[in-house]
């Protein structure tokens, strides 16, 4: 069976490399308090290039937060009441009122690296 990415050591190399980029992207927005707060694959554009993989972009940055106090430490609720289901982290549903951390990029980025390695 054919598989639809090469095996190739540069293949590996240059999805590593995409990851990182990602996750510099999603270090860039909580440097400047912001929360992104729906990543998915769907808001992670490739755009061709001379490589295999092409060049990946964090996008759509419609539910994005900027917020000039911690989370913690925030007395209000999240305005923004839901992300895509599939790539929130679990503790929402738990806690779909009280505010939402940074980290829920982490966690969402985390799901989308997940699926493309799968």
Not at 23 to 36: G, T, V, W
Not at 59 to 82: C, E, W, Y
């Amino acid at each position: 069976m054919d598989s639809f990415w090469p095996r190739e050591e540069r293949f590996a190399l240059e999805v590593m490399e995409q990851f990182l980029g990602l996750a510099n992207a999603i270090e860039q927005l909580q440097d400047k308090s912001c929360r992104h707060g729906d990543v998915k694959p769907d808001d992670i554009p490739r755009f061709k290039d001379e490589t295999i993989i092409g060049l990946l972009k964090l996008g759509d940055m419609g539910l994005t937060k900027q917020h000039g106090v911690n989370t913690a430490l925030r007395p209000d609720s999240t305005i923004t009441k839901f992300g895509t289901p599939r790539y929130e982290a679990p503790e929402v549903d738990l806690h779909r009122d009280e505010p939402r951390s940074r980290l829920y990029d982490i966690w969402s980025l985390g799901c989308v690296f997940i699926e493309l390695i799968i």
